[in-house]
């Protein structure tokens, strides 16, 4: 054995050095080890903090619709929008009435963007009186203003490399609305009452039910803020643009409806379907909902105990529908039921096929490749079934 391997295990090698050395070393070993636990806590902490907040962006996606519904031309153009504008990083400005879905189009946005498992902050405008808003979106120092008792980060850093919803941004305050372009241009924030300027990584995604070119003219928004803004307007259709979406956008309430009322099934009648695809929907989706869930609650309260409810016409309220029409409407085609249950079912088919291809070629003008696009069939396909069910187009001059 080599003199310094012997050295080492000579039990007076550190007879040398001093007990206070000792306590020293042994202090900084326990500081060392201690400081080396806590920093793998908070490390864990972190990374447990950042998957519980993705969790929750993408259950409060789910849980609030999570899909845009509809298979219209509108929905169709509105989602390749989407879809244009989610890949890239830019600012988007979402148009459309009270009660279309705005928020659910910044959602799917946020959602399909590269963002997506960072968080989505949500801030209404509306909601802001004009004193707190700029701190509520840039935050503020301990004694910036009376009852700022302590710091507080505003939304912005809250949403920092993830993504800021400002829902009904036309009613921002205009000197906030200053700050905000700084913030787009330069990416910093100044929080109230400090002097430090801090940057930040968020993409802004605003949404509104006011005409901004209007408001730029009355002097009520900027007119750089709305350029900023504006790189891709989105613009969400009006339910009364997309009639086609009005079955399956209830059918899909019914089945949340369901869920609430504890109910096997929610069914519409036919009547009941026919008067909210002709109802013209002033508060669009947001309206639909609210009228199926009233329906539903309504519904089960006469049906008590039944596990499987249907709601009839009586059941909905709606103060501007055009009741007689519909009514009209639903009772030609419970007539046309009645007399259907007298004859056999191949005759019965043949005269819903005819006059379902006669309404879609009234609304298409005549055209056959308009109305088989719309029912889904091939072209030649429906001109044989035409000729079968014994249905003609005619097309004359008239001079």
């Known amino acids: 054995m080599s003199d310094t391997a012997s050295r080492f295990i000579d039990p007076g090698a550190f007879e040398e050095i001093s007990d206070k050395t000792l306590e020293i070393l042994a202090a900084l070993s326990a500081a060392t080890l201690k400081t080396g636990l806590e920093f793998d806590s908070l490390t864990n902490a972190a990374l447990h903090a950042e998957k519980v ?8 996606f789910l849980r609030d619709g999570g899909e845009l519904i509809g298979q219209s031309d509108a929905m169709r153009s509105l989602k390749s929008d989407i879809q244009l504008v989610a890949i890239s990083d830019y600012t988007a400005l979402v148009l459309g009435e009270t009660g ?16 997506k498992r960072m968080p989505l902050v949500h ?4 909601a802001l009186p004009e004193s ?6 840039f935050g503020h120092v301990k004694g910036a203003f009376t009852g700022a008792e302590k710091e507080r980060p505003g939304k912005f850093m809250l949403a920092n ?16 609305q200053s700050k905000l372009l700084r913030v787009l241009q330069n990416g910093e924030v100044q929080a109230l009452g400090s002097d430090q300027i801090n940057r930040v990584n968020v993409r802004i995604i ?4 006011r005409n901004l070119a209007s408001e730029i003219e ?14 891709y307007p989105i613009i969400v259709p009006p339910l009364r643009d997309r009639k086609g979406d009005v079955a399956l956008l209830a059918n899909f309430f019914l089945e949340r409806t369901c869920i609430r009322l504890g109910l096997r099934q929610l069914v519409l009648s036919r009547m009941a379907l026919n008067v909210l695809q002709n109802y013209h929907w002033p508060g669009n989706v947001r309206e639909l909902e609210h009228v199926i869930n009233r329906a539903g609650l309504l519904a089960k309260r006469e049906y008590r105990s039944s596990e499987v409810v249907t709601i009839d016409l009586e059941y909905f309220d709606l103060p501007s529908m055009p009741k007689q029409s519909a009514l009209d409407a639903c009772n030609k085609r419970e007539k046309k039921l ?9 005759q019965a088919t043949d005269d819903f096929q005819r006059d379902i291809i006669t309404d879609v070629l009234i609304h298409s003008d005549l055209n056959w490749s308009a109305a088989a696009k719309k029912l889904g069939v091939d072209r030649a396909n429906l001109v044989r079934l035409s000729k079968r069910l014994h249905l003609k187009v005619e097309k004359k001059v008239v001079r």
């Open 206 to 209: 605003a949404a509104t039910n």
């Open 338 to 346: 009645t007399h259907h249950s007298n004859v056999n079912l191949r």
């Open 132 to 137: 707190l808003a700029e701190s509520e979106l």
């Open 218 to 231: 009355n002097g009520n928004f900027r007119s750089d803020l709305y350029h900023r803004l504006s790189i």
């Open 161 to 176: 490399g993830g993504t800021l919803f400002l829902d009904e941004i036309g009613e921002l305050p205009l000197n906030v």
């Open 53 to 60: 907040v993705s969790e929750l962006i993408m259950e409060a």
């Open 100 to 115: 279309v879905g705005k928020e659910l189009v910044a959602r799917t946005i946020h959602q399909h963007s590269k963002r």
């Open 123 to 126: 801030v209404n405008c509306a």
